[in-house]
């Protein structure tokens, strides 16, 4: 199957500071990515969707000018988490997919923590 | 909208045990189903999927139909292994442009084998 690739996989940062995350897919294009964020023993929730070369796609009650989506090129997806603090922490997993309908391949995700 | 049931958890089974994990959707379209596992610390692995009614997604043993009439795509294994423990999520991808074909996510199913 297609590979998907996150950096890093873990992240500790002190409260006020931006972290980025990367996303990348490695054997295919992506039209298409997502970023989701997971709390422990819980489901994913779908914080923005993000198409090459357009601004992002944010879900209800997600920041964006908070959680900052760039999808430069067909295999890379960033997101930047800006002033981050300590509610900020939790898991945070990209997937990519070529195109609608498409299965989505997921990262290995990111943790974050924020003290 | 659209939206995933799954069987709640946690599930026990022992080694060798049959495995049924139940899922119902709800689709303004006609979406894709999947079935995803996430390994603890990881991000999330496709299992299987299926792309039309009637159809049986499979892999590593596991096996889903896609049942068009009574909306479900139930999983299951005959004879589980204390590797399978995992979580186990049922999603669908809406194929119309107009949902920009995101995904939606059930809450997941603890798995637990026990050898």
């Known amino acids: 199957g297609a590979v998907v690739s996150q950096h890093p996989s873990w992240v500790i940062c002190k409260s006020g500071t931006s972290v980025k995350i990367e996303c990348r897919s490695l054997?295919?294009?992506?039209?298409?990515m997502f970023w989701y964020r997971q709390f422990p023993k819980q489901s994913l929730m779908l914080m923005a969707t993000?198409?090459?070369?357009?601004?992002?796609?944010?879900e209800q009650g997600v920041e964006k000018d908070k959680f900052l989506i760039n999808h430069a090129s067909l295999t890379l997806s960033t997101l930047t988490v800006t002033s981050a603090h300590p509610e900020d922490s939790s898991f945070y997993i990209c997937?990519?997919?070529?195109?609608?309908?498409?299965?989505?391949?997921f990262g290995p995700g990111t943790r974050l923590l924020v003290l | 909208g659209n939206s995933v049931t799954q069987m709640e958890g946690p599930v026990t089974l022992s080694e060798e045990a049959f495995l049924t994990i139940n899922c119902t959707y709800t689709?303004?379209?006609?979406?894709?189903l999947f079935w995803y596992v996430q390994y603890p610390g990881e991000g999330l692995q496709l299992l299987l999927k299926?792309?039309?009614?009637?159809d049986k997604g499979s892999n590593k043993g596991f096996e889903a139909t896609y049942r068009k009439e009574t909306t479900s795509f139930h999983l299951e294994k005959g004879s589980v292994q204390v590797s399978d423990s995992a979580v186990y999520f049922c999603?669908?991808?809406?194929?119309?442009?107009?949902?920009?074909?995101?995904?939606?996510f059930g809450d997941g199913t603890t798995l637990t084998v026990k050898p």
């Open positions: 054997d295919f294009q992506a039209t298409t």
């Open positions: 997937s990519a997919r070529s195109r609608v309908g498409e299965t989505q391949y």
């Open positions: 999603a669908l991808s809406d194929r119309s442009n107009t949902n920009a074909g995101k995904s939606t």
């Open positions: 689709a303004t379209g006609y979406p894709s």
């Open positions: 993000s198409n090459e070369g357009s601004k992002a796609t944010y």
């Open positions: 299926a792309t039309k009614a009637d």
